[in-house]
C-alpha cells in the first residue's frame, strides 16, 4: 500500500455496515446491538473515513454537541469519537490522516472551534494538539465505610426504579447541571449510547444497569459477582452519579456503600472534589487514582479563547505552536476585561508566553494550572508575571467535571 492509494472522505449511509465491521475489529468488540443504538448515535456524514479503493480502513467520528466553558457559556464542541484503524492496517498513518482531515474540515467549514474526547490510551492524541482538560479521581470505597455523624442525609430514601420510568427524571436531572464547567449536552440518542445496557456491554460489566434515584439525584450502577454464597465480595460500579444537592449526594452515597453484599464501591468517573471524600469518617477509606478525562483540542484558538470567561482581568500576548494548524500557529493577544470577558486576536507584538497547542487544550477550561506547566518547562514566559497572570485568569472554580460518555 502506498500513500498514493488512499482517500479520504466523510460517510454517507451506504459505508455504515461498513464502518460497524471496521469498528468492531478495531475496538475488539463484537456487540451488533450497540451498532444498532450507533445508527442513532453517530452523525454518518461527520464520520471521516479513509479507503483503499472501496475498503474502508478505518474511521474518526465527530458528534454535534455543547459543551459549558468557565463562566456558564454553553459553546458548541466537536465531540470527537469511534476512532479506529482496522487491524492489519495500523501505524501507516491512517490515524494521521483522519486527524488530519478532521481539523481541517472543522476549519475550513467554520463550525466548532473546540474538539474533544476521551482517549483509550494516553499516548495517542496529543501529537494532534489535544491536552487533558479533565480529570476523573477513579475512587474505590469500602462498602458499609461510615460518614463523619454530622453528615445531614435528609428525610428522603433513595428508590431502584426501572430504566423505562427513570431516563426521563435522570435526562431532566442532568440538565439541571448545565453551568458546571466540562457538563455536556446529550441528545436522546446519546443517553442510549452512554447507557447502553447489551449483552456484550453486561457480559464485560457484570450485572444490568441499576437505576437508583432520589427526589435530588440519581446513581446508574452495575454489581459484578464476588465471593462465594456464604462469603459474598461484590464489586458495584458506579457509571454516573449525580446530584442536585448535598443531601441528594451524601443520601446516594450512603445507600451505595449500604447495599448488602457489597465489599467494595469503585467509581472510576468520580469528580476530583466529589465531596464524598469530605463526607467520609476516615479519608483514608477513599482511595483514588486519577486518570485523564476530558482531552480538549483548540481547532480556531482565537474564537475558543474569547468564548469563555476568565477569572481575572489580563492582557497577555501568547505565542502558540500549533504546526498541524498553521492557522493558529503565531501570536495573539488575549485581553480580558473586569467582567471576564475575552477578546482574542493575531498580533505581531512581541510574545509574553510560549505555549503547545496541546497544552494551552489543557488549561482551557481551567482545571490545570498553567503556572503547574511552566514550573514543568512547558510554558516559556518572556515577559516577568506573564505567567502568574495568566494562570490566575484561566482557573476556574468550581473545578470542571465531564462524564465524558461519548
Ligand atoms: C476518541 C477515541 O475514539 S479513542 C479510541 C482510539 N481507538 C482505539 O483505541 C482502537 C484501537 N486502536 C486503533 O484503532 C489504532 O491503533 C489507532 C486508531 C489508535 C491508531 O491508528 P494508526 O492508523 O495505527 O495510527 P497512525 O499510524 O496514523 O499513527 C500516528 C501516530 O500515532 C502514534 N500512535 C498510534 N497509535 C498509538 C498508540 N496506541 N499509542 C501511542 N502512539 C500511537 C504512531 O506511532 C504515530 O506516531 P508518529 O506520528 O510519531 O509516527
Not at 469519537?81 to 490522516?97: E, K, N, Q, Y
Not at 476549519?107 to 466548532?112: L, N, P
Not at 450485572?207 to 462465594?228: C, D, I, K, Q
Not at 465489599?263 to 471524600?277: A, G, H
Request: glycine share 8%.
Amino acid at each position: 500500500m502506498t500513500r498514493d492509494d488512499l482517500s479520504t472522505r466523510t460517510l454517507t449511509d451506504d459505508d455504515f455496515e461498513q464502518l460497524a465491521a471496521v469498528l468492531s475489529g478495531a475496538f475488539l468488540l463484537e456487540d451488533p446491538e450497540l451498532w444498532e443504538i450507533n445508527r442513532r448515535f453517530l452523525e454518518i456524514d461527520r464520520v471521516h473515513g479513509v479507503f483503499e479503493g472501496t475498503e474502508l480502513l478505518g474511521s474518526a467520528a465527530a458528534l454535534t454537541r455543547s459543551l459549558t466553558l468557565p463562566g456558564g457559556v454553553s459553546a458548541p464542541v466537536a465531540a470527537v469519537t469511534w476512532v479506529g484503524t482496522a487491524l492489519g492496517h495500523r501505524r501507516r498513518g491512517i490515524l494521521s490522516r483522519l486527524m488530519t482531515a478532521q481539523l481541517h474540515g472543522l476549519h475550513e467549514s467554520g463550525a466548532e472551534p473546540i474538539a474533544c474526547l476521551g482517549a483509550s490510551e494516553g499516548g495517542i492524541y496529543r501529537r494532534f494538539g489535544y491536552g487533558v482538560s479533565t480529570e476523573w479521581a477513579g475512587v474505590t470505597v469500602p462498602g458499609k465505610a461510615p460518614f463523619r455523624p454530622e453528615v445531614d442525609l435528609g428525610e428522603d430514601r433513595v428508590r431502584e426504579t426501572s430504566r423505562a420510568q427513570a431516563l426521563p427524571l435522570i435526562a431532566a436531572m442532568y440538565d439541571q447541571g448545565a453551568r458546571h464547567t466540562g457538563w455536556m449536552s446529550r441528545a436522546a440518542s446519546h443517553w442510549d449510547f452512554a447507557l447502553a445496557d447489551t449483552q456484550a456491554t453486561r457480559s464485560r460489566g457484570g450485572s444490568r444497569l441499576h437505576f437508583a434515584l432520589h427526589p435530588e439525584g440519581y446513581a446508574v450502577y452495575r454489581v459484578h459477582p464476588g465471593g462465594t454464597f456464604s462469603a459474598p465480595e461484590y464489586q458495584l460500579h458506579v457509571l454516573e452519579l449525580f446530584s442536585t444537592s448535598p443531601v441528594g449526594h451524601a443520601a446516594l452515597w450512603r445507600y451505595l456503600l449500604d447495599v448488602d453484599w457489597i465489599s467494595e464501591v469503585r467509581y472510576p468517573k468520580c469528580p476530583t472534589t466529589d465531596p464524598l471524600f469530605s463526607l467520609l469518617a476516615d479519608r483514608r477509606q477513599a482511595a483514588s487514582r486519577p486518570v485523564d478525562a476530558l482531552w480538549v483540542r483548540l481547532v480556531d484558538v482565537d474564537r475558543a479563547l474569547a468564548a469563555r470567561r476568565y477569572s481575572a482581568p489580563l492582557d497577555v500576548v501568547l505565542e502558540v505552536l500549533d504546526p498541524r494548524c498553521p492557522w493558529n500557529d503565531g501570536r495573539l493577544r488575549l485581553r480580558v476585561d473586569e467582567a471576564g470577558a475575552a477578546t482574542a486576536a493575531a498580533t505581531s507584538e512581541p510574545a509574553d508566553l510560549t505555549i503547545g497547542i496541546a497544552d494551552l487544550g489543557a488549561v482551557f477550561l481551567g482545571a490545570a494550572r498553567l503556572s503547574t506547566l511552566a514550573a514543568s518547562g512547558l510554558v516559556s514566559e518572556h515577559r516577568a508575571g506573564a505567567v502568574a497572570e495568566a494562570s490566575r485568569a484561566f482557573l476556574t472554580d468550581p473545578v470542571p467535571y465531564c462524564t465524558v460518555d461519548f
